[in-house]
């Protein structure tokens, strides 16, 4: 076979692969309201609305939020129309934000943060150390001072501070 031919056959084998499933590039513009980014590859072809999710307009799951900057990898996503394109692994991640039926639990380099229905578990705990904090009790004699292990609930508080956002 010829020369002529081979390069034919090569064209040929080109065309019809199918595109790369994982690519790796640099994560950009992270819109974490939409949780979508930009991913521009090592060829520096540029990616828009990569998906920070897998399913858009679901409520439910996990999201990983990776940094602005940080080498990331997706995943071409089959399906009608234009590809779609998914962050599946990052070098660097900002945040993760986890939502089961309203519940969300919120990992960054804060702490960690717990809510549901306006409340936080971080704010539940801060109102009950300071209540403890107060508390005096009456007896025969009258009302007594603060407890005597203050001290104690606010190492606690400041404990909870560093771990809870």
């Known amino acids: 076979m010829g020369l002529k031919h081979e390069k034919v056959r090569a064209a040929i084998r080109e065309f019809t692969m199918p595109d790369p499933h994982v690519l790796s590039g640099t994560v950009s513009n992270v819109d974490e309201s939409e949780y979508i980014c930009t991913v521009t590859l090592a060829n520096e072809h540029v990616i828009e609305e990569v998906q920070l999710k897998a399913l858009r307009g679901i409520n439910t799951g996990t999201v ?50 717990v809510s549901r229905g306006g409340e936080s578990l971080t704010k539940i705990l801060s109102t009950l150390l300071t209540v403890l904090q107060a508390m005096t009790f009456t007896n025969g004699a009258g009302t007594t001072s603060v407890a005597n292990n203050v001290s104690q609930i606010n190492d606690i508080a400041t404990r909870l501070n560093n771990l809870l956002t």
């Open 64 to 113: 990983i939020v990776p940094e602005d900057g940080s080498y990331v990898q997706i995943l071409r996503l089959e399906g009608a129309g234009a590809p779609d394109y998914l962050v599946i692994a990052a070098e660097k991640i900002k945040k993760q934000v986890t939502t089961i039926n309203g519940t969300i639990l919120t990992i960054d380099e804060n702490g960690y943060n």
